[in-house]
């Protein structure tokens, strides 16, 4: 299946600084992807060069196009919720959904007033009337009633609660979310977005760390909880990571024998944090 989104060596260079740093990315439709990464890793540069809002070093293709000379194209059937996303406070929300219909060919209205309609937002409200989580709300209902194979979410329930952030991913998954669409997303929140993803993109230092899907996850990787008179067999095992909890030392492995593991202790599958953490520590902790 051909690449929805492919990067061969993409770099962005700001003066000295290298944001990004020969990253290779290859991200397929009906995909729910997380580019995780710590502060200043590039996700923003990675999003910015994706959407062409930035020029860049290397090869990359987004829908077929790319994405700095087309932009424009590019821009009717991909999506974008940015962190700072603010609508003007005077503007009602009525008259945000006539400003997207008349810029955006393929907007619904149709679909926007039916996402609202699931909210207590109405139309003759102004921006600032709106708590954060409602104005986050209005900034979804407008995206998701595009018509988009590609929306991509940078930070996009910064601030909010968690009842806001749980009702906002529900919305991207039950009412969004088939076959025919891709969702990038970054996010710190990770614990609260594993269970949608269905891949995971690991970025550090703008280099790209892991690169694979969650099923891949479960037969890759593998942790040990090991009591201390085992630690000795189960180090000759070469963990990549170490770690020290309640009295145990927990061990991270990749491509290792599943059932010699077994011998040493509690055999799990790390969640996507907990593997994040691993991967980009690179040792013991």
């Not at 051909?2 to 990004?20: C, R």
């Not at 959904?97 to 996402?115: K, Y």
């Not at 937002?121 to 194979?149: C, F, N, P, W, Y």
């Not at 990770?190 to 099923?215: A, C, H, M, Q, Y």
Request: with cysteine; net charge neutral.
């Amino acid at each position: 299946m051909a690449a929805l989104i492919e990067a061969k060596d993409l770099t962005k260079k700001y003066g000295a600084h290298v944001a990004l740093d020969r990253a290779n990315l290859n991200i397929e439709a009906g995909r729910i992807v997380g580019l995780i990464g710590p502060n200043g890793a590039g996700k923003t540069s990675a999003l910015r060069a994706i959407l062409g809002l930035t020029n860049y070093e290397g090869q990359l293709t987004v829908l077929g196009r790319e994405p700095f000379r087309d932009r424009t194209a590019l821009m009717n059937d991909c999506c974008f919720i940015a962190d700072v996303a603010v609508l003007p406070s005077w503007l009602r929300v009525d008259q945000a959904i006539d400003f997207v219909a008349g810029v955006h060919p393929r907007f619904r209205r149709d679909r926007a007033l039916g996402f609202l309609a699931k909210t207590q937002i109405t139309g003759k409200r102004r921006m600032r009337e709106l708590s954060k989580g409602m104005k986050t709300q209005v900034h979804l209902a407008l995206t998701m009633a595009i018509d988009a194979k590609l929306l991509v979410l940078d930070e996009p329930t910064l601030g909010l609660d968690i009842l806001a952030r749980r009702a906002f991913y529900d919305a991207l998954v039950n009412d969004y979310m088939d076959e025919t669409r891709t969702i990038l997303i970054t996010t710190h929140q990770v614990e609260e977005v594993e269970n949608l993803l269905t891949d995971i993109i690991f970025i550090d230092k703008g280099r790209i760390v892991l690169d694979t899907s969650l099923e891949d996850v479960a037969t890759r990787f593998s942790a040990v909880a090991v009591t201390a008179d085992r630690l000795d067999a189960a180090r000759a095992e070469k963990p990549f990571y170490e770690r020290h909890i309640l009295g145990k030392m927990v061990l991270y492995f990749e491509n290792a024998d599943a059932g010699k593991l077994a011998a040493f202790g509690e055999l799990h599958t790390p969640s996507v944090s907990d593997l994040f953490v691993a991967k980009l520590s690179g040792g013991a902790a």
